[in-house]
């Protein structure tokens, strides 16, 4: 697989060319919300507890001023990188996820976590120190609370390589309520590891992560 070169970039920046990227400050972690049905990336505030309100920009009706939730109570008491507070998904799935992201991560180097939620039933905050969560995380929020279940913070040296119309067109296709109504929610979870464990393992170039695919 080739090399991925990665840099860090404040969210509101474009990714930056070889030239001018040495200048640009490092970005801190976990700041790199996007989802949604839209064309665009949003911002979205950790501390609104983990992926569902929207800053007021996006024009969506997410519920706002929602108060941070850290329930370290809701973790499971050994590490996993799948958790499921909202009973999603079936211990036999929630297998073959922790497996492929063990894949992925061992291709890749990319972090993908998973957590299923029911907001405000979630450990919220608490999730950041359980994952240690950086630069090279995918934090995968499955909640279907305002409509799209799909939610992804995505960490800055992701944000390199990926493209942010990626994600917005990942929750649009697999995310949206008619299709997770029609399909269930485990089945949402599960078509998106598929399409991101793709996108991460395409070789670089200019149209890597064009397309939302389900395999490799």
Known sequence: MATRHLFSLPIHARIATPTTCSKIPKLTHFRNWVSQVGSKSMGLALSTSLALALSSSTGVGYAEAKTGVNKPELLP????????????????????????????????????RILAQNYPDTPGLAIKDFWQVDDRTIVFVADPTFGNILNFNVGAQVDLEVPRSFW????????????????????????????ISYCLKEPIGPNNCSEVKESY
């Open 77 to 112: 008491k050994e590490f996993t990188t799948v958790i499921d507070v909202a009973g999603f998904l079936s211990p036999g799935q929630e297998k073959r996820l922790a497996e492929a992201i063990a894949d992925l991560e061992r291709d890749t180097g990319f972090k993908l």
């Open 168 to 195: 917005s067109h990942l929750a649009g296709k697999y995310g949206n309520i008619f299709y997770w109504k029609e399909k269930g929610e485990d089945a949402s979870v599960e078509a998106a590891v598929n399409a």
